[in-house]
């Protein structure tokens, strides 16, 4: 199966970090709308050794044709050495919201 539409989400460190990035996205055409959920409390090992952080959650709806330059965008401007970035497909919804996500990604 493959999906027109695709939330990526990332975490950060900070309300103002996914302020940012969800801001920027959007300006750069790459997301239609960005949400962000937080704080939230993330456990992950790191460097051997277990940690526990808040953190913000920024989901990004988009096209999945600019989930790649998305993806990208991310990567370059994200404040955290390794970042999480997750694409998962939007199998279904509202027709005129996923026409919507598709027109502000262009």
């Not at 526990?52 to 991310?74: N, P």
């Not at 939007?90 to 027709?95: F, L, Q, Y």
């Amino acid at each position: 199966m493959s999906a027109d539409h695709v939330v990526v989400i990332t975490t950060v460190d900070s309300e103002a970090a996914a302020r940012t990035i969800a801001a920027s996205a959007i300006e750069a055409r790459l997301a239609a709308c960005a949400q962000i959920v937080g704080p939230i409390t993330s456990v992950f090992r790191w460097e051997g050794e277990v940690q526990t952080a808040a953190e913000w959650r920024v989901e990004c709806k988009t096209a999945a044709d600019r989930s790649g330059a998305l993806e990208e965008f991310l990567n370059v401007r994200h404040p955290y050495d390794l970042p999480e970035v997750v694409v998962t497909p939007i199998v279904g919804g509202s027709p005129r919201y996923l026409s919507w996500l598709v027109e502000e990604t262009r």
